[in-house]
């Protein structure tokens, strides 16, 4: 068995472990161990892309990568504006990722979902964030950045209903919630439990975007063997 293959399953074992320990910590207001592990699990994901994939798309690596330093400075409170923007970066390298897949035709479609989905957006910021502050340039961004990325998968979806395509939308629809579970934790920060409920949905969301990218790519190998 190759070394790569044997490594999966502990590194699966060891995100999964590590993302209930932060959760646990977070609701024990145990913070330090938090800021210690959070960018951990990401980090393991970019070794499990790279065992698993075998054209290790630069892009994806990218987008795992970017994920990763937002998720190191996101440990430092004073950096949360800086953290809000690369998430947010992160989100627009995911929508490159999956728009590559798409025809030009696809792009009033994105457009679209897209203003809709900034509507909504606008409307739970109103609700939700009462005085966002300095904070505000950077929660849009990010804001916009998400919904740029669900429609975007969104659209692919709709054209090809593969697994693949099915997983990633469901992963960008987790990012989504852990997103919203968010907002109410920046407007009541001693509200640990919809933090931890935040932190797992949005580490379940990367899992799932690693594993679509796998699966597509497979998919992809399949129908190139079959062609030939």
Known sequence: MHIGTKLKIPLLISYTLITLLIMFVVISKTTAIDFTIKAVPTLILVFLYYLSSQKRQKLILVFFIVTFIADCISTQKQLFILATFTYGFSNVILALIIFQELKSESVKLILKYLAL????????????????????????????????????????????????????????????????????????????????????????????????????????????????
């Open 117 to 228: 989905f900034i509507v909504l957006l606008t409307i739970i910021l109103i609700f939700v964030i009462e005085d966002a502050g300095h904070y505000l340039v950077s929660i849009v961004f990010h804001g916009v950045a998400v919904c740029l990325a669900l429609s975007v998968c969104l659209t692919n979806y709709l054209n090809t209903m593969i697994i693949a395509n099915k997983i990633i939308l469901i992963g960008i629809g987790f990012r989504v919630f852990s997103d919203l579970a968010y907002l109410i934790v920046i407007s009541d920060q001693s509200n640990t439990l919809f933090y931890a409920i935040s932190l797992g949905v949005y580490y379940l969301s990367k899992y799932l975007f690693y594993h679509g990218f796998i699966l597509k790519e497979r998919e992809n190998i399949n129908i190139q063997n079959e062609l030939k």
